[in-house]
């Protein structure tokens, strides 16, 4: 069973970690923080009340749950980031955040899964929250090294705290959105989350990636040079460790296998030029979808009326 209750964080101070106090200060919520958690919930018990399907009633209501929770520390990490002497406690959420995310999955993995296999969008989604969760906590708690942080600076420990908050906030908003678009299709997420700048910025940086990618593939296309072909893969990771995350999580694994699949020919000398092509292929794909978006509707006038797979985002 998934717990309810936050229990208090009182860590105890790294001598390390230079600035930070010993008491833990918890800071209320925003106004702003406040509106978006209660449209938030609003907007779940709205969907949630008019599930008829009594077990998909119950675990969608436990993710959506869970993912409110989330966004309440969150709201907190994100308060902290303006004073430095809160580090200890954020990083201490962050714990909490990873653990609760686990929980999350087992719980996604081992009922409601099960309870969704009549309903493949339903499914789709998630499968699709499972691997997106799962893959952010393998890159901030593994690959990121949040833990074991305290025997940096304190700069640093605030770059990595700042940098995890930031993937966590997309990870769950995304998770939160899909889901609930799964019930209301026409759920204006950028409304829902009162981001729209925010994603704006977010969709304008992946079309800028996408395309500068793009160009560079072009060229490898043209030009199999190995220089070439090295600066071709250095790109490919950048965007699968950066802008990526920016997609909504379908493309992802699509996006990892292709990239893979490159990365592998290129590092093996053998012909990469089919690959390529393939690779292209979906990265113009992706690009045409991610000018659809509807932050973007002033941007690419001309893109179409917009896609419903990228509303979202």
Same mark, same amino acid.
């Given at each position: 069973?998934?717990?309810?209750?936050?229990?208090? =964080?009182?860590?105890?101070?790294?001598?390390?970690?230079?600035?930070?106090?010993? @008491?833990?200060?918890?800071?209320?919520?925003?106004?702003?923080?406040? @509106?978006?958690?209660?449209?938030?919930?609003?907007?779940?018990?709205?969907?949630?009340?008019?599930?008829?399907?009594? @077990?998909?009633?119950?675990?969608?209501?436990?993710?959506?749950?869970?993912?409110?929770? #989330?966004?309440?520390?969150?709201?907190? =990490?994100?308060?902290?980031?303006?004073? %430095?002497?809160?580090? +200890?406690?954020?990083?201490?959420?962050?714990?909490?955040? /990873?653990? /609760?995310?686990?929980?999350?999955?087992?719980?996604?993995?081992?009922?409601?899964?099960?309870?969704?296999?009549?309903?493949?969008? +339903?499914?789709?989604?998630?499968?699709?929250?499972?691997?997106?969760?799962?893959?952010?906590?393998?890159?901030? #708690?593994?690959?990121? %090294?949040?833990?074991?942080?305290? $025997?940096?600076?304190?700069?640093?420990?605030?770059?990595?705290?700042?940098?995890?908050?930031?993937?966590?906030?997309?990870?769950?908003?995304?998770?939160?959105?899909?889901?609930?678009?799964?019930?209301?299709?026409?759920?204006?997420?950028?409304?829902?989350?009162?981001?729209?700048?925010?994603?704006?910025?977010?969709?304008?940086?992946?079309?800028?990636?996408?395309?500068?990618?793009?160009?560079?593939?072009?060229?490898?296309?043209?030009?199999?040079?190995?220089?070439?072909?090295?600066?071709?893969?250095?790109? =490919? %990771? /950048?965007?699968?460790?950066?802008?990526?995350?920016?997609?909504?999580?379908?493309?992802?694994?699509?996006? /990892?296998?292709?990239? %893979? @699949?490159?990365?592998?020919? =290129?590092?093996?000398?053998?012909?990469?030029?089919?690959?390529?092509?393939? #690779?292209?292929?979906?990265?113009?794909?992706?690009?045409?979808?991610?000018?659809?978006?509807?932050?973007?509707?002033?941007?690419?006038?001309?893109?179409?009326?917009?896609?419903?797979?990228? $509303?979202?985002?």
């Amino acid at each position: 069973m998934m717990s309810t209750v936050l229990a208090p =964080i009182t860590p105890e101070p790294d001598p390390q970690l230079e600035l930070l106090s010993k @008491e833990v200060v918890v800071d209320s919520q925003t106004e702003v923080q406040r @509106e978006v958690q209660a449209n938030l919930k609003n907007e779940i018990n709205r969907v949630i009340n008019g599930i008829d399907d009594p @077990e998909v009633r119950d675990v969608s209501q436990t993710v959506l749950s869970e993912m409110l929770r #989330f966004f309440d520390w969150l709201h907190r =990490i994100e308060n902290n980031l303006h004073k %430095l002497d809160t580090l +200890l406690e954020s990083l201490s959420l962050l714990e909490v955040l /990873e653990f /609760e995310s686990r929980s999350l999955v087992d719980f996604i993995e081992a009922r409601a899964l099960k309870v969704a296999v009549r309903n493949d969008r +339903l499914h789709e989604v998630l499968d699709g929250i499972i691997y997106g969760i799962t893959h952010d906590l393998r890159r901030i #708690f593994e690959r990121e %090294l949040v833990r074991g942080v305290t $025997e940096h600076s304190t700069p640093i420990v605030y770059g990595k705290i700042l940098h995890a908050h930031g993937l966590l906030t997309n990870c769950f908003q995304q998770s939160t959105i899909t889901l609930l678009q799964v019930f209301n299709p026409s759920l204006n997420a950028a409304s829902l989350f009162n981001d729209i700048e925010s994603r704006l910025k977010q969709s304008l940086v992946l079309c800028k990636d996408l395309s500068s990618l793009m160009r560079f593939v072009r060229l490898s296309q043209a030009n199999s040079d190995p220089d070439v072909l090295r600066t071709v893969v250095d790109r =490919i %990771l /950048e965007f699968r460790d950066g802008s990526m995350h920016y997609l909504m999580y379908k493309d992802w694994r699509g996006y /990892e296998s292709l990239a %893979l @699949e490159v990365i592998t020919a =290129i590092e093996n000398n053998l012909d990469p030029k089919p690959l390529l092509h393939r #690779f292209l292929t979906f990265l113009e794909l992706l690009y045409s979808h991610v000018k659809m978006r509807a932050v973007l509707a002033e941007n690419f006038p001309y893109s179409g009326g917009g896609d419903s797979r990228e $509303e979202e985002n």
